[in-house]
């Protein structure tokens, strides 16, 4: 049976490209997609993991620039808007120890862990702000997010047999 959350975000977008959003979007990337699209959607672990994958690695690139540019401008930046963007950078600068120190892979370390604020759009920070090369940290970032992507397939494939076998118990 359906729930109304999942009528619901089917009435906005089909269930495949919903995935692949949500792997793209801050804070939730491969976290929520994947178990989002196995759950609730019913889609196939290798398919749901191939989608929130390429939603979450298709804002690499252009993050990677972005932030580079804002780095470069951010006294450009005034008021609130501004403020955000300077506390978020000092905030994710504070955690960057293991990636200065291991450099490559540490970036693939940061953004392996499956945790708020260590995903994809915060390496591309950590990456920017210690000037990484871009296909350095690209690549790095690319492994992360298998490996994220892997552990959280992982995790929800146990979660939902211990669930499943809970409630039939």
Same mark, same amino acid.
């Given at each position: +049976?359906k729930?109304?959350? *999942?009528?619901?975000?089917? #009435?906005? /977008?089909? &269930?495949?490209? /919903?995935?692949?959003?949500?792997?793209?979007?801050?804070?939730? &990337?491969l976290r929520?997609?994947?178990? !989002?699209?196995?759950?609730l959607?019913?889609? @196939?672990?290798?398919?749901?993991?191939?989608?929130?994958?390429? #939603?979450?690695?298709?804002i690499i690139? @252009?993050?990677?620039?972005?932030? $580079?540019f +804002?780095?470069t401008?951010? &006294? !450009?930046? @005034?008021? =609130?808007i501004?403020?955000i963007?300077?506390w978020?950078?000092?905030?994710?600068?504070? $955690?960057?120890? !293991?990636? $200065?120190?291991w450099?490559?892979?540490?970036?693939?370390? =940061?953004?392996?862990?499956p945790? @708020? *604020?260590t995903?994809?759009?915060t390496?591309?920070?950590a990456?920017?702000?210690? #000037?990484?090369?871009? $296909?350095?940290?690209?690549m790095?970032?690319?492994?992360?997010?298998? +490996?994220a992507?892997?552990?959280?397939?992982?995790?929800? =494939? =146990?979660? *939902?047999?211990?669930?499943?076998?809970?409630?039939?118990?």
């Amino acid at each position: +049976m359906k729930t109304a959350v *999942v009528l619901f975000l089917q #009435g906005i /977008m089909p &269930e495949p490209f /919903m995935v692949f959003f949500l792997g793209a979007l801050p804070i939730f &990337e491969l976290r929520l997609a994947i178990p !989002l699209g196995v759950i609730l959607f019913d889609m @196939p672990y290798l398919k749901t993991f191939l989608l929130a994958f390429l #939603g979450n690695i298709s804002i690499i690139f @252009p993050l990677l620039l972005l932030w $580079r540019f +804002m780095l470069t401008s951010l &006294e !450009l930046w @005034p008021g =609130f808007i501004g403020n955000i963007i300077k506390w978020w950078f000092a905030r994710v600068d504070k $955690r960057t120890d !293991l990636i $200065r120190k291991w450099g490559f892979w540490g970036l693939v370390c =940061f953004v392996a862990v499956p945790l @708020p *604020v260590t995903g994809a759009w915060t390496g591309t920070v950590a990456a920017s702000l210690l #000037g990484m090369k871009y $296909r350095d940290a690209f690549m790095a970032i690319v492994i992360g997010v298998i +490996m994220a992507g892997f552990v959280v397939s992982v995790l929800t =494939f =146990f979660g *939902v047999e211990i669930v499943s076998n809970w409630i039939n118990f």
